[in-house]
């Protein structure tokens, strides 16, 4: 499965979906993880560990939004989001 992490839309939200631990559990488990390029920024993960985790780091939402099976987030997804859910 492809699991997504795009970063919290949400203000004041600095939370994340994963913490690189957990992707390192589902990449262990043969599934493909996508992280949104600064998305652990507020819990002081930064790419380096998502990508050292087995994450593949992309560049923005809509890469993670396009390929993901699994959306993973903190908060509900947002207005803006929703328009995005398959």
């Known amino acids: 499965m492809i699991v997504g992490v795009p970063t919290e839309v949400?203000?004041?939200e600095r939370r994340v979906g994963l913490t690189p631990a957990?992707?390192?559990e589902?990449?262990?488990n043969d599934h493909r993880v996508l992280v949104q390029s600064g998305a652990g920024a507020g819990i002081g993960a930064d790419d380096a560990a998502y990508e050292a985790a087995g994450a593949a780091?992309?560049?923005?939402?809509?890469a993670v939004w396009a390929d993901a099976e699994l959306v993973v987030k903190v908060k509900e997804p947002q207005p803006a989001e929703r328009a995005r859910l398959r």
Do not use: F, M, N, Y
């Open 22 to 24: 957990s992707v390192r």
């Open 26 to 28: 589902l990449t262990a």
């Open 10 to 12: 949400k203000a004041a």
């Open 57 to 62: 780091v992309v560049a923005d939402a809509d």
